[in-house]
C-alpha cells in the first residue's frame, strides 16, 4: 500500500507538521495543503491570474507539491536552510523521480512538471513572467498559511525560541517575494472568508467513531480535489465541457464549504430533518451560505454563481462535473475505510460503508473510476482475507 497512490494519500492524511515544536493545535499536511489550494485560488482570482488558463496551473501546482513529501516527510524548515541548496534540490528531485511513478503512466510526465523544484512546467501561450506570478503567489501563501500554524501555537508557548525565530524567518522570506503586499492586502481585506474555510479543519469526520487515522473535513477536501484532478486529467473524452478539469477541481474544494457553518451532520440525520418540513434543510443551508458568500472575495463570489460551487453535488447528467465530484467524493470516503483497514481498527459501521460505496463506485460511468476502485478491491479484500 505504502508505495501507491493511496499511500501517498494516507501518508499526507497522517502526517504532522511541526512535528520538532510544542504544539497546541496540530496541522496535518493534508489539511494544509487544501486551505493553501484555497487561499491561493482566491487570491489569486483578485490578483488577476486569468482564469481558467493560468489559474488552474495554480490549482493543480498547489495540491500535487506536497505529495513529495510521501518520501521526504516533513522536514524541519532550519533543516532545509542549512543545506546546501543544491544538495537539496537534489533530494527532491530524487523524491520527485519516485512520487511520478505512483500515477498512472498516462499521465506521470505531466505530473512530474509539476512536482520539481522551481515547477517545470509551462503555461501556453502566455510570457514567462505569467508563470513566476504562478510561484510567486504560491510561496507567498505556504508562508502565509505556515505563519499562522505558527502564532497560533506561539501564543500558548511565547517564550519557545525556536518559533521566534521560525516566525522571523518566515516574515523575512515573505516580504522578500515580489508583490506580496498586493496579496497581504487582498488576504488582510478578506479574513473573515479565510476564517470561515479554516473552520473545516475543525471538523472531524466520522465523528462517531474512534479512530486510528482522523481526518477533518478540510483533509478530505484535499483527497476529493486530488482525486478530481487525477481522473479529469484522463477522462479520454467522457468529458467534453470546456474546461472541465479548472470546473471539477474548484467544485471539489468547495463542495464541503457549507459544513463550515452548518457542521458536519450525517445523512441520516439530514433526512430525518427534510421529513419533518420539506426543503427545511435547504432553506438552513441557503441562510448559513449568505454569510459565506457576503464575505468572499468579489471573483470568488462570481465564481460561486457560474459554476455553482456552493449548490449541492447531484448525478442527474451523466459525465458533467458534478457526476465527476460526486464519485471521488464517494471514492474519498472508501479510502478513509482502506487507511482504517489497513491500521487493523476499521468498525463494522466503515467495513459497511465501504462496501455499500465502493459496489456503486464499480457502476461508476468513468471508466477510470470503474479501474481504480478494482484496484482497491482487490487491495481491501487480500489484506483482510475476505
Not at 76 to 103: G, I, N, Y
Not at 189 to 206: C, E, P, Q, T, V
Request: with cysteine; hydrophobic share 40%.
Amino acid at each position: 500500500m505504502e508505495k501507491s497512490l493511496i499511500g501517498a494519500l494516507k501518508t499526507l492524511t497522517s502526517l504532522q507538521r511541526w512535528n520538532f515544536l510544542p504544539r497546541v493545535e496540530i496541522w496535518t499536511e493534508a489539511e494544509n495543503v487544501a486551505y493553501v489550494t484555497h487561499v491561493g485560488y482566491a487570491i489569486g482570482r483578485e490578483y488577476g491570474l486569468t482564469a481558467p488558463d493560468v489559474l488552474e496551473h495554480f490549482l493543480v501546482r498547489s495540491l500535487l507539491k506536497s505529495f513529495n513529501k510521501h518520501f521526504l516527510s516533513d522536514i524541519p524548515v532550519k533543516t532545509r536552510d542549512a543545506l546546501d541548496q543544491d544538495v537539496w534540490k537534489s533530494v527532491v528531485e530524487k523524491a520527485v523521480s519516485e512520487t511520478s511513478k505512483l500515477f498512472p503512466r498516462k499521465i506521470s510526465e505531466d505530473v512530474k512538471k509539476y512536482l520539481t523544484y522551481g515547477g517545470d512546467y509551462s503555461i501556453a501561450g502566455a510570457d514567462p513572467k505569467v508563470k513566476e506570478k504562478v510561484e510567486m503567489l504560491l510561496k507567498y501563501v505556504q508562508n502565509k498559511v505556515a505563519l499562522e500554524e505558527c502564532e497560533t501555537n506561539q501564543r500558548v508557548y511565547d517564550k519557545n525560541l525556536d518559533y521566534q525565530s521560525i516566525i522571523g524567518k518566515i516574515k523575512k522570506k515573505t516580504e522578500e517575494i515580489a508583490d506580496a503586499n498586493k496579496f497581504e492586502e487582498i488576504f488582510d481585506g478578506h479574513k473573515a472568508y479565510f476564517s470561515r474555510i479554516k473552520l473545516l479543519k475543525y471538523l472531524r469526520r466520522w465523528n462517531k467513531i474512534n479512530r486510528a487515522i482522523e481526518s477533518s473535513v478540510l483533509s478530505h477536501t484535499f483527497i476529493v480535489a486530488f482525486l478530481t484532478l487525477l481522473f479529469s486529467q484522463m477522462c479520454n473524452g467522457e468529458c467534453e465541457e470546456n474546461n472541465f478539469s479548472y470546473k471539477a477541481i474548484l467544485k471539489a474544494l468547495f463542495h464541503d464549504v457549507p459544513e463550515a457553518l452548518t457542521g458536519d451532520l450525517i445523512t441520516p440525520v439530514k433526512k430525518v430533518i427534510k421529513e419533518a418540513k420539506n426543503k427545511a434543510w435547504d432553506d438552513v443551508e441557503e441562510k448559513l451560505i449568505e454569510e459565506i458568500k457576503s464575505d468572499a472575495p468579489k471573483g470568488v463570489k462570481e465564481d460561486f454563481e457560474s459554476y455553482g460551487l456552493l449548490k449541492p453535488l447531484e448525478r442527474s447528467k451523466v459525465n458533467s462535473v458534478d457526476s465527476l465530484v460526486k464519485d471521488c467524493d464517494e471514492l474519498a470516503l472508501v479510502i478513509e475505510c482502506v487507511f482504517e483497514e489497513h491500521s487493523g481498527t476499521v468498525t463494522e459501521e466503515m467495513y459497511r460503508a465501504y462496501h455499500v460505496y465502493l459496489n456503486s463506485l464499480l457502476n461508476s460511468e468513468w471508466t477510470y473510476i470503474r479501474e481504480f476502485c478494482t484496484r482497491v478491491l482487490l487491495e481491501f479484500s487480500l489484506k483482510n482475507g475476505r
